[in-house]
C-alpha cells in the first residue's frame, strides 16, 4: 500500500499528537527556522521522529501543489475498521452510543468534512457500507483535520444486518429524509441512536430506509432543495448534542 501524505500545520500537527506511531518521515522545508516550523520539531522530538530537511520543490512535488506550510509527512494509510471492531467497541462504551451511519457517500471530500462534524459532536465511530463508500485516504485526512486518526470509520459488508445487530442492541436508528414528517428539532434524539445520511441527490437506500425506526428531516426555508450532506450532518448531529446535554 502507498503511503498516505499529509501537509500543512494542523494535519502534521494533529498526526504528531494522536497518531505519531504512522509516521515514517517528517520533510521540513530548509532554510524555514520560524516559530511554527521549531513546534513541529519540538512535537517530533518525544515521539522520536526525526525531522529531514528537503527542498521547498520537493515539497510542492509531493503535496501535488497543496499548501503544505513548509511540512509533511509520509505514513502508513489508515485503515477502516470491520464488523468485529464495531462490536467489541459496542461492548466498551460507557455512554450510550452516538454513531453516524453514512449510506453511500462517495465523495472523500465530504466523508473527511463528515469525520471532522462527528468528532466534533462527540460521536463515537463513523458507519459506512464497504461497497459505494468512500475510502480512507490522505483526501479524507486532510479535510478531516486529525479527525480520521481519532474517529473509527467502519466499513461493513451488509450495511441493514448492521442496522439490525444495531437495533438489537437496543439503539434507534434515525434516518433523514426529505420527505419525512417529523422535523429534527421535533424528534427525539436522546438515548443509544444512530443517526443515517444518505447520498446528495439519492438519499438513502430502499433497504437502508425500511430499517429505519423513524424518519425526520431539515427545514428548508429557500430555493435549495438539500444541504451538503456534512452540513446536514452537523446540523442533526448537534441538534442531538443539545438535547443530550438538556436530558
Not at 498526526?15 to 511554527?36: C, F, H, P, W, Y
Not at 471492531?85 to 450510550?96: H, I, K, T, W, Y
Not at 451511519?101 to 465523495?107: F, H, N, Y
Amino acid at each position: 500500500m502507498e503511503d498516505e501524505i499529509l501537509f500543512g500545520q494542523h494535519a502534521v500537527r494533529t498526526a504528531l499528537k494522536r497518531d505519531s506511531k504512522r509516521i515514517k518521515r517528517l520533510l521540513v522545508q530548509q532554510g524555514r527556522n520560524d516559530e511554527r516550523i521549531q513546534q513541529v520539531i519540538d512535537l517530533a522530538a518525544p515521539v522520536h521522529v526525526r525531522p529531514e530537511r528537503v527542498s521547498r520543490q520537493e515539497l510542492d512535488r509531493l503535496s501535488d501543489g497543496g499548501v503544505h506550510q513548509g511540512v509533511l509527512v509520509l505514513c502508513d494509510p489508515i485503515l477502516s475498521k470491520d464488523e468485529g471492531f464495531l462490536d467489541q467497541l459496542l461492548d466498551g462504551l460507557e455512554a450510550a452510543p452516538f454513531l453516524l451511519i453514512l449510506d453511500g457517500v462517495t465523495d472523500p471530500h465530504n466523508l473527511g468534512a463528515c469525520l471532522r462534524t462527528a468528532d466534533a459532536a462527540g460521536v463515537q465511530a463513523v458507519i459506512a457500507p464497504k461497497d459505494k463508500s468512500a475510502p480512507l485516504n490522505s483526501t479524507v485526512s486532510k479535510v478531516a483535520c486529525g479527525a480520521a486518526e481519532v474517529v473509527p470509520y467502519v466499513q461493513v459488508t451488509n450495511l441493514a444486518r448492521t442496522l439490525q445487530m444495531l437495533q438489537q442492541r437496543g439503539i434507534w436508528i434515525t434516518g433523514t429524509a426529505g420527505e419525512a414528517e417529523q422535523m429534527v428539532y421535533d424528534a427525539s434524539l436522546t438515548g443509544p441512536m444512530a443517526l443515517i445520511m444518505g447520498a446528495e441527490g439519492k438519499g438513502m437506500r430502499r433497504l437502508t430506509r425500511e430499517n429505519c425506526d423513524h424518519l425526520v428531516k431539515i427545514p428548508m426555508s429557500g430555493e435549495v432543495s438539500s444541504l451538503n450532506v456534512s452540513v446536514a450532518a452537523g446540523v442533526c448531529l448537534f441538534e442531538a448534542v443539545r438535547q443530550r446535554r438538556e436530558a
